[in-house]
């Protein structure tokens, strides 16, 4: 194929700086994605010049063939070009940018003043369960390269997370704030970082970071001299800003440019009056029965008593919201893996960043006011080439919601009837009493002083 080409591939070649004619072919989109497995394409990890260190990591990963967003961004980032990638949740961006990041770290030996306290790789995401996920992979997938890695976010550990990083350590992956609070505190410094990834760019606007963002890449070495990564489900405006500002010329790339949501994503949306939608989502769960799912709601509120209706309904939920200690998260999320727990109630502090294999769907209980956030909860299934289903409730209360999100998407939402077998008799759940919900007590009647008749009529003239 490539003969028949001419030299049309070596002018490219010499253009792009991707040397692999393979790896040229699917970046311009010459190689198509297989029939077997759409979200996959036909380069092969092997045909990649990865280091020797990295392959048993792969091969443990169960990774074969490289999904659309790795093909297009892993031969520009082996050779060192910086990289701001439009890519959905659950498309192997996170294996993308830790390959190539170990690729850089085994092939450029670190300076011998570098000291201990000097990672040679930050990593930036949102969440804590992102940040633990990416430790996770990077866990995996490194295995052989030897290098210390390192987390730090807020909620819990905090001395712990202190004292691994103080000992030395070679990747540091965390959240913005509790890495700034390291930093001031000169328990690290990033002097001598040679890459950088910022992960779910978008989010880190949404949820205020990206003013902590900016101190941190303002402590690095000059882009030129770091191999900077960028990823975001939605490459907006304000996300190209700081691509071009903090990075060394990036190459944009969109692995799915006319697609904002999964291809295997079944959508649909139900019109339920307000009062109807904790009925009609017991009646969903128990027609559908779904394996594992997830229930997105607005408010904390709504959330905590969603959860209550449903265990006194014989429905197995958890709730996970912004205000649940980090062990109690944890250990939800780690019941919702294992199946103790099928159906996980969140608010959207939860929708980005969480991988869990096997979601089978996604409930919009509300639906979002933002339409970034509908593609982001429901990129929670249909992850890595499954199919999965996501279900939306437009109530009277957040149906304005709902052109916004087909406009967003592309494409209208299949309007699906609510039969009366979907709405069954619910169980009322008791009230939760309140802490400290004690009544106070009366204040007994002050006593009066009893007048004094002589003393009264002595004063009297």
Do not use: W
């Given at each position: 194929?490539?003969?028949a080409?001419?030299?049309?591939?070596r002018?490219?070649?010499?253009?792009?700086?991707?040397?692999?004619?393979?790896c040229?072919a699917?970046?311009f989109g010459?190689l198509t994605p297989?029939?077997?497995n759409?979200?996959?394409?036909?380069?092969?990890?092997?045909?990649?010049?990865?280091h020797?260190?990295?392959?048993?990591?792969v091969?443990?990963?169960g990774?074969e063939?490289?999904?659309a967003v790795q093909?297009?961004?892993?031969?520009?980032?082996?050779d060192?070009?910086d990289?701001?990638?439009q890519?959905q949740?659950g498309t192997?961006?996170t294996?993308a940018?830790?390959?190539?990041?170990?690729?850089?770290?085994?092939?450029?030996?670190p300076?011998?003043t570098?000291e201990?306290?000097?990672?040679r790789?930050?990593?930036?995401?949102?969440t804590r369960?992102?940040a633990?996920q990416?430790?996770k992979?990077?866990?995996l997938?490194g295995?052989?390269?030897?290098?210390?890695?390192a987390?730090?976010?807020?909620?819990?550990d905090?001395?712990?997370q202190r004292?691994i990083i103080?000992?030395?350590?070679?990747?540091?992956?965390g959240?913005?704030?509790?890495l700034i609070?390291?930093?001031?505190?000169h328990?690290y410094?990033?002097r001598?970082v040679?890459?950088a990834?910022l992960?779910?760019a978008?989010?880190?606007f949404d949820?205020?970071f990206?003013s902590?963002?900016r101190?941190l890449?303002r402590?690095m070495?000059?882009?030129?001299?770091?191999?900077s990564m960028?990823f975001s489900?939605t490459l907006?405006?304000?996300?190209?800003?700081?691509a071009y500002?903090?990075?060394?010329?990036p190459?944009?790339?969109?692995?799915a440019p006319?697609k904002?949501t999964?291809?295997r994503?079944?959508?649909?949306?139900?019109?339920p009056?307000?009062f109807?939608?904790p009925?009609?989502l017991?009646g969903l769960?128990?027609k559908?029965?779904p394996?594992r799912?997830?229930?997105f709601?607005n408010t904390?509120h709504v959330?905590?008593?969603?959860?209550?209706?449903?265990?006194?309904?014989?429905v197995?939920?958890g709730?996970?919201?912004?205000?649940?200690p980090?062990?109690?998260?944890?250990?939800l999320?780690?019941?919702f893996r294992?199946g103790?727990?099928k159906?996980?109630?969140a608010?959207d502090?939860?929708a980005r960043?969480l991988?869990?294999?096997?979601?089978?769907?996604?409930f919009n209980y509300?639906?979002?006011q933002q339409?970034?956030?509908y593609?982001h909860r429901?990129?929670?299934?249909a992850?890595?080439?499954q199919?999965g289903?996501a279900?939306?409730?437009a109530?009277e209360?957040?149906a304005?919601?709902l052109?916004?999100?087909?406009?967003?998407?592309?494409?209208?939402l299949t309007?699906?009837?609510?039969?009366e077998?979907?709405?069954p008799?619910?169980?009322v759940a008791p009230r939760?009493?309140r802490?400290?919900a004690q009544?106070?007590?009366?204040r007994p009647?002050?006593?009066?002083r009893?007048?004094?008749?002589?003393t009264?009529?002595?004063?009297t003239p």
């Amino acid at each position: 194929m490539f003969d028949a080409l001419g030299e049309a591939p070596r002018c490219l070649s010499a253009v792009t700086g991707i040397e692999n004619f393979e790896c040229l072919a699917v970046f311009f989109g010459i190689l198509t994605p297989m029939e077997t497995n759409s979200h996959l394409t036909e380069l092969h990890f092997n045909s990649l010049p990865l280091h020797d260190l990295l392959r048993k990591g792969v091969d443990d990963a169960g990774f074969e063939f490289c999904t659309a967003v790795q093909a297009r961004a892993l031969p520009l980032m082996l050779d060192g070009v910086d990289v701001a990638a439009q890519a959905q949740t659950g498309t192997g961006k996170t294996a993308a940018f830790l390959l190539a990041m170990f690729d850089r770290l085994l092939r450029n030996p670190p300076p011998p003043t570098r000291e201990d306290r000097q990672p040679r790789a930050l990593i930036v995401a949102p969440t804590r369960e992102l940040a633990i996920q990416i430790h996770k992979d990077a866990d995996l997938l490194g295995q052989d390269t030897g290098f210390r890695l390192a987390l730090a976010y807020g909620g819990t550990d905090y001395e712990k997370q202190r004292h691994i990083i103080s000992e030395g350590v070679d990747v540091l992956i965390g959240t913005p704030g509790r890495l700034i609070d390291y930093l001031k505190q000169h328990v690290y410094n990033l002097r001598m970082v040679e890459v950088a990834v910022l992960d779910e760019a978008d989010r880190m606007f949404d949820l205020g970071f990206i003013s902590d963002v900016r101190y941190l890449i303002r402590r690095m070495p000059p882009p030129e001299r770091r191999l900077s990564m960028l990823f975001s489900a939605t490459l907006s405006l304000r996300v190209n800003e700081l691509a071009y500002e903090h990075m060394n010329n990036p190459v944009s790339i969109n692995a799915a440019p006319d697609k904002k949501t999964a291809d295997r994503v079944r959508q649909s949306v139900y019109h339920p009056a307000q009062f109807e939608k904790p009925s009609l989502l017991l009646g969903l769960i128990r027609k559908l029965q779904p394996s594992r799912s997830m229930v997105f709601v607005n408010t904390k509120h709504v959330a905590s008593r969603l959860e209550e209706t449903l265990i006194a309904n014989q429905v197995d939920a958890g709730l996970l919201s912004g205000d649940v200690p980090q062990r109690k998260r944890q250990r939800l999320l780690e019941c919702f893996r294992n199946g103790q727990l099928k159906v996980l109630i969140a608010t959207d502090v939860a929708a980005r960043g969480l991988h869990i294999d096997d979601v089978s769907h996604v409930f919009n209980y509300d639906l979002p006011q933002q339409a970034e956030d509908y593609v982001h909860r429901i990129g929670r299934t249909a992850r890595a080439g499954q199919s999965g289903e996501a279900i939306s409730f437009a109530c009277e209360e957040y149906a304005f919601s709902l052109p916004e999100i087909e406009d967003f998407v592309g494409r209208k939402l299949t309007h699906a009837p609510i039969s009366e077998d979907l709405l069954p008799e619910l169980t009322v759940a008791p009230r939760r009493p309140r802490k400290n919900a004690q009544r106070p007590q009366k204040r007994p009647p002050r006593k009066r002083r009893p007048r004094d008749r002589a003393t009264k009529e002595t004063l009297t003239p």
